[in-house]
């Protein structure tokens, strides 16, 4: 029987929360979906989204709470979690927040795009 070891352990419940994050994307309406492959395009009268306005969430909790409160604050019609060492996409969209988070589950950064 294979024993697991405490860094094995840690990183495989690292690696759950961090797709359970990365899978949500808080829209208009509060609701949680599935991210799609390819974003719709922001409609006409879209929120812009104003980063400066969330920055004091750096340090926090990256949650599902937290992430509510950033797009409220933001002004912005979508938020995109940013996993520690993960790569996204260069597109850029007016309307979304970004939010970077450590291993520890701490925001580290607040940008729009």
């Not at 808080?26 to 719709?40: K, L, R």
């Not at 929120?47 to 750096?58: D, I, S």
Request: with cysteine.
């Amino acid at each position: 029987m294979m024993r697991m070891t405490t860094t094995t352990l840690r990183a495989a419940l690292a690696t759950v929360a961090v797709a359970a994050l990365a899978g949500c994307v808080m829209i208009e309406d509060n609701s949680t979906s599935v991210a799609d492959a390819v974003p719709p395009p922001p409609r006409p009268g879209a929120m812009a989204c104003n980063a400066e306005a969330a920055q004091y969430h750096v340090g926090h909790d990256a949650t599902q709470a937290m992430g509510r409160a950033i797009l409220k604050d933001s002004g912005a019609r979508s938020l995109r979690w940013g996993p520690p060492n993960g790569a996204w996409t260069m597109d850029y969209r007016e309307d979304r927040v970004n939010v970077r988070y450590d291993d520890k589950m701490k925001i580290t950064e607040v940008t729009c795009g």
